[in-house]
């Protein structure tokens, strides 16, 4: 089961730059100085790791195949700050554990441009350890690399 992470966030217009709203990860000053339409919520949201991407996807690939599964708040592309170039994972986070479970269960070796995906739960920065995981999900993994 996932665990759900409450997380205060904001939604904005995108003045400028569509007509699409987009989730505001930012604090930015000018929201609650009245420079654009905001509406605070809090949201709970479940962030899943998506791992052996291709490095040909793009944010809109994790969106095209990630967002059939429920309400998607975005993906994030991990890339390298030296080359500028994707860093083989990302992250996709939901509004729901619903949606997320629905997802995992669906796309997790999930073959995307040749390469089977490993989608689990994320977790926090260094709390990540291969001895959660079975004898099998290690196989899987490093015969995936």
Request: with cysteine.
């Amino acid at each position: 089961m996932l665990s759900p992470t409450a997380s205060p966030s904001c939604w904005t217009c995108s003045l400028g730059k569509s007509n699409n709203a987009r989730l505001c990860e930012t604090s930015d000053p000018r929201c609650t100085a009245g420079h654009h339409t905001m509406e605070k919520i809090e949201r709970s949201s479940v962030k899943l790791f998506v791992g052996n991407l291709p490095f040909s996807a793009t944010v809109k690939t994790l969106e095209d195949e990630f967002s059939p599964f429920g309400d998607l708040i975005g993906a994030k592309l991990v890339m390298d700050k030296a080359t500028g170039r994707p860093r083989g994972f990302a992250f996709v986070t939901y509004t729901n554990e619903a949606d997320a479970e629905t997802a995992m269960s669906t796309m997790n070796q999930h073959v995307l441009d040749g390469r089977p995906l490993t989608v689990r739960p994320a977790v926090a920065r260094g709390t990540g350890s291969l001895k959660d995981f079975d004898d099998e999900e290690l196989d899987s993994m490093m015969s995936a690399a």
